[in-house]
């Protein structure tokens, strides 16, 4: 058994020194063949692909991939990083995925965790992050039930569950490793649209031996390629849109989120367009542009619904046109066409009438910028960009009427406190002037965050709303703590969201994590609540009674520092500046007005296939025929 560690120890201090094993092997410091477990091919193989950081929680299901990461640690190959739910470990490595483009592993034992991690890797999914999953599975022998395997007689269940909701594979044999981390590679690392992946490891597969394993098998990291159509038809299809339309659109999703804001600028102003944007790419094109609408959708504002609704060529540009990005498909009402550029041709195929440009959107722009200067005449109307703005400054003044007002008497609270917006826009505040990152939980504050954010560049506010995931915000800070940048990541959440995942409180200690929780809280599902109001004029089992003592909860834990936000904004600036000056993870409760009063939110500016709106709303879709 020595002589095994030992040759393990041996392989994890190479490739950590030569960076694969081909380069490892060329230089004759590991044999080409070798006797290798599945367990340690699996690291070896996730290491040669650069992934070195590994998160989750053993479990009986994974004791043999637990010994091998013991090992290639102990030789500061790899990193492994217990947490204290799987959802939160699969946010964490979102986010790092997200924010630093550095591939993880999330690793879970059978059964319950790995459903866990799975549910947490929707983020992912939805918002086309590679992470790799390690999951343990029942043994191959099926020699009976294995505790925590789906309670069901067939077989390989769980690998059914999970490729129907992406790509997996199970190591039903040792020498299956190559395929499986071939097709991940292509699957985490693919340059059209990433996704994760999820690799299940049979408890009793993993031990075995592989003899005489051909270490110059294992698959490297491909690199990413930008794909573009060579369509000439496609593109003289949409120069002849853009050229014969006078009142454009451009809306971005997080397809777009790696295009250059200088080219966007020049496309906006080369074909006098107004700009849009989604959620998740706050900054791409800075707000202080005058074509810079801000964002749309069923929860957009007031000019970027209008650019939408009265465009005559709307260009969608990285969106898989989610529902309440574009209003359940009806917030083109007035296009003639759509111009839709993605990598990904099922996206492509979203709208009816539309030229469907494929391709890495930035290399799409470019070859559309030099077909419109080569372009004998562009139409143009000079009212256009005119009575966007107007709408802008209309938008503008509607949300300064909320920050002049921003206190108000709250019945359940029994005192005069911050509303929601008002108190979110001092954050905001607060944050950009130290250059904070902000991620925004799902919910109300996620809601009214990414309409009331006004960033100037790129990457400074992450919201979540790919699934939407209650808890995303305050799990993925640990992502900051294991970056090794020195970033400062501010996670604004509602009570609701905070209570799906409040292991963060320990996690934060354990691995040093810096920074800061706003938790705003109105003791309800307020985003809900309001919902069912607006559709029912009754709430339903979304409103709580229960007085939570968030300081008491966040200094239950020695390391963690609670602060009291107060009912003003000078009360709560002070405490912003309190908790940003705390050498570790500071958490500030802020309890916020819920009610009637029109000053409290604000507010929605487009449609929603939901609820009691559905039969307007999809009579309006058909209509419009997009």
Request: charged letters at 25%; one cysteine or more.
């Amino acid at each position: 058994m020595n002589e095994i560690i030992e040759q393990r120890r041996k392989r994890a201090k190479e490739i950590k020194t030569y960076g694969t094993l081909q380069k490892a092997v060329e230089a004759g410091s590991l044999k080409q063949f070798q006797d290798i477990s599945l367990s340690e091919a699996v690291v070896l193989g996730l290491l040669n692909q650069g992934v070195r950081t590994f998160i989750g929680i053993f479990g009986h299901g994974m004791t043999d991939v637990g010994e091998i990461l013991r090992i290639y640690e102990e030789e500061n190959a790899i990193r492994t990083v217990n947490v204290r739910n799987e959802v939160e470990a699969s946010h964490v490595a979102s986010m790092l995925r997200w924010k630093y483009n550095e591939v993880s592993a999330v690793f879970t034992s059978i059964g319950p965790g790995a459903l866990q991690a799975v549910a947490g890797s929707l983020v992912s999914l939805s918002n086309g992050l590679g992470v790799y999953y390690l999951m343990g599975d029942e043994t191959s022998h099926s020699e009976g039930p294995n505790m925590q395997q789906i309670p069901k007689r067939e077989q390989e269940l769980f690998l059914r569950l999970f490729s129907t909701l992406g790509s997996a594979y199970s190591l039903h044999t040792p020498e299956a490793v190559f395929t499986a981390l071939k097709r991940g590679d292509a699957t985490v690392n693919g340059g059209v649209k990433q996704s994760p992946f999820y690799m299940l490891l049979p408890m009793n597969i993993q031990p075995k031996l592989m003899k005489d394993c051909n270490l110059l098998e294992f698959p490297q990291r491909s690199q990413e390629s930008k794909i573009i159509s060579t369509d000439l038809n496609l593109f003289n299809d949409a120069l002849e849109s853009i050229c014969n339309s006078t009142r454009i659109t451009v809306k971005t999703g997080g397809g777009a989120a790696n295009v250059s804001p200088e080219v966007l600028e020049e496309f906006l102003d080369l074909i006098d367009a107004a700009y849009v944007h989604g959620p998740q790419v706050p900054g791409l094109y800075p707000y202080s542009k005058l074509r810079n609408m801000g964002v749309g959708g069923s929860k957009g504002s007031i000019c970027g619904n209008y650019a939408m609704n009265e465009c005559d060529l709307m260009i969608v540009i990285g969106a898989r046109g989610v529902c309440q990005w574009d209003s359940s498909g009806t917030a083109y009402r007035k296009a003639r066409k759509i111009i839709n550029i993605n990598c990904d041709y099922d996206d492509l195929g979203q709208y009816n009438n539309s030229v469907r440009l494929q391709g890495d959107a930035q290399e799409v722009i470019l070859k559309l910028i030099d077909l419109v200067k080569n372009a004998k005449s562009k139409s143009s109307d000079p009212e256009w960009l005119k009575e966007c703005i107007n709408k802008r400054n209309e938008w503008d003044s509607f949300k300064q009427l909320r920050y002049d007002n921003p206190v108000l008497e709250d019945e359940k609270w029994k005192k005069t406190i911050l509303t929601e917006p008002a108190a979110i826009k001092k954050a905001v505040d607060f944050a950009d002037v130290y250059g904070c990152i902000k991620i925004f939980d799902a919910g109300d504050v996620q809601a009214n965050g990414f309409q009331i954010v006004t960033d100037e560049k790129p990457g400074q506010t992450i919201t979540e709303t790919g699934a939407s995931y209650m808890g995303f915000a305050v799990s993925s800070m640990l992502a900051f703590a294991l970056s090794g940048k020195n970033e400062y990541p501010m996670a604004f959440t509602g009570d609701g969201s905070f209570m799906m995942n409040p292991q963060i409180l320990i996690d934060a200690v354990q691995h040093k994590l810096k920074g800061m929780i706003v938790l705003f809280d109105n003791r309800r599902m307020g985003a809900i609540t309001s919902l069912q109001y607006s559709q029912y004029d009754k709430e339903y089992k979304t409103d709580d009674a229960v007085v939570v003592d968030y300081v008491q909860m966040a200094e239950s834990v020695k390391g963690v520092k609670g602060f009291y936000g107060g009912e003003t904004i000078e009360e709560l600036e002070k405490a912003l500046k309190q908790a940003y000056e705390y050498d570790g993870l500071s958490l500030i409760h802020v309890p916020v007005y819920y009610g009637s009063d029109e000053l409290s939110g604000l507010g929605a500016f487009g449609d929603w296939n939901v609820g009691n709106w559905c039969e307007r709303v999809q009579k309006l879709k058909h209509e419009i025929g997009f």
